[in-house]
């Protein structure tokens, strides 16, 4: 108890201390059922391993990209390349869809009652539905 | 196969997706690869190493033919359901040249969001690397285990396969069931599987993978133009692989019965991953009446964005002349194989 409150003042006081970063949120359709997921949840659809939810990717070169997918599968981009060849080339998926930045992602998620995507706090408006907050 | 079907397998989703761009509808169709270029020596002349069933291989002189392929796929979304694959791989394999094979060329149909059914050539999932161990980028090794991997040599399979997922308690698992043929042309003989059944249970928790396999069926080997007699084979492999904390590690036992004894074949590879480099080191062996033993040790460092470099050192221990090609008279092991590769995919 005593380091989770230490966790807690030691966050309040990096989150002053630090200048605003990106935030990274994960957003799906207004009207797809989940008011909230574990990033576990989130991390199998952008592994390959769920196929009930479409994932919408960010191109490889956004820093959000890699920040992403080190918060919520704790993978590096070799490493999440690496797992993907393993699925494509024995045609079991195929890649996510990229679009080119989070406005982007926000649009195809607003458009697609069954998409999923990760964007920029700052992102969000009324279209889309946020289910997770990256720490 | 011959390279023309090849190519024209290839250029296949092309001509659909030019049909759909002529509805005025956005190409769904996407061209991606892999490859490995890679140099492969030894410290002996008297004796050939190679992949399992490569005619040729590397002696002391440095050669690229042992670990280097290059492999071309094309995926085209008909629609929500339905889409096509085709894959061809270049590599050295019945002959001492560089030679191509159609690999995948499937339908798959989404039954739902966790069923699929494919149909036409599609992998022969045997073993836990099996369906890619061409695609070196995929791998941690630079080669898949010869002691367990030279029991199955074919990559495909002419039928069919089921692919069906279920959440089991915070876990995923998968059943593949596959049914059909399987030819592969190797180094002086050509493997017939008829007949294939296979069955594989792939249980995935988090970082963990934990996979059973079985497969049966009646193998027809030819050698030399002579057709031996039809066996009933069957191979069954548990495997366990994972990859949490930094930590990596792969490993597999696998029973192959029919011919002669049993060849029983296992191997562990650990690893640790220091940001981009990852060490690993491992032991193989193959029992029965072809038997080895490999030690290795290695890395992979994923030094650019979508290619890694690999150096791999083996200490090769066959009993006889083990899985090494044209063995001289008086040839014995232990035989130092030292391999560095680039692997990217596209």
Do not use: C
């Not at chain 1, 659809?45 to 960010?58: C, E, M, N, R, T």
């Not at chain 1, 996510?96 to 649009?107: G, L, M, Q, Y």
């Not at chain 1, 009652?113 to 720490?135: E, F, L, M, Q």
């Amino acid at each position: 108890m005593h380091n989770m409150s230490l966790s807690f003042v030691l966050a309040a006081i990096l989150g002053i201390a630090l200048p605003a970063r990106a935030e990274v949120v994960v957003v799906v359709n207004p009207n797809a059922p989940e008011a909230s997921m574990t990033k576990e949840e989130i991390a199998q659809y952008f592994l390959g391993k769920s196929g009930a939810l479409v994932p919408i990717d960010q191109p490889e070169s956004a820093p959000i990209r890699a920040e992403f997918y080190k918060k919520v599968a704790d993978k590096d981009p070799s490493q999440v390349k690496a797992l993907w060849s393993k699925l494509v080339f024995t045609g079991r998926a195929t890649m996510p869809k990229e679009v080119a930045n989070s406005a982007d992602v926000r649009k195809a998620v607003a458009a697609n009652p069954k998409a999923i995507g990760y964007i920029d706090r700052s992102a969000v408006d009324a279209t889309v539905k946020v289910v997770y907050a990256a720490p | 196969m011959k390279t023309k079907t090849l190519a024209a397998l290839l250029a296949l989703p092309l001509a659909v997706s030019t049909a759909r761009a002529q509805e005025g509808e956005p190409p769904a169709v996407k061209v991606s690869g892999f490859g490995t270029g890679a140099l492969t020596w030894t410290n002996t002349n008297d004796a050939r190493f190679a992949r399992p069933y490569q005619a040729g291989g590397a002696g002391t002189k440095p050669r690229t033919g042992v670990d280097s392929n290059v492999g071309l796929q094309v995926d085209a979304r008909v629609n929500d359901w339905l889409s096509l694959t085709g894959q061809g791989i270049v590599r050295k394999l019945e002959t001492d040249a560089y030679g191509a094979t159609g690999t995948l060329a499937f339908a798959k149909a989404k039954v739902s969001d966790t069923l699929a059914v494919r149909v036409g050539r599609v992998p022969l999932a045997a073993f836990l690397v099996s369906d890619y161990r061409n695609v070196g980028y995929a791998n941690t090794m630079l080669r898949p285990s010869q002691e367990v991997y030279a029991q199955v040599p074919n990559d495909s399979l002419d039928g069919a396969d089921l692919d069906w997922r279920q959440e089991v308690g915070g876990s995923t698992l998968t059943t593949q069931v596959a049914y059909g043929r399987s030819t592969a042309k190797l180094a002086g003989e050509t493997v017939t599987f008829t007949n294939a059944r296979v069955v594989n249970f792939v249980l995935e928790h988090g970082p963990f993978t934990l996979r059973l396999g079985r497969d049966d069926a009646r193998m027809v080997l030819k050698q030399g133009g002579i057709e031996l007699p039809q066996l009933k084979v069957s191979f069954t492999a548990a495997g366990f692989a994972m990859d949490a904390n930094d930590v990596v590690v792969q490993s597999e036992y696998t029973v192959a019965r029919g011919f002669g004894a049993a060849s029983k074949g296992w191997y562990v590879m650990g690893g640790y991953r220091f940001g981009k480099v990852l060490p690993f080191a491992s032991h193989g062996r193959l029992t029965g009446d072809v038997a080895q033993r490999t030690d290795s040790v290695g890395v992979r460092w994923d030094a650019f964005r979508s290619a890694d470099i690999k150096f791999q050192v083996d200490r090769v221990r066959p009993e006889g002349a083990g899985l090494f090609n044209q063995p001289r008279p008086g040839f014995r092991g232990p035989v130092t194989v030292g391999a560095v590769a680039v692997d990217f995919v596209f």
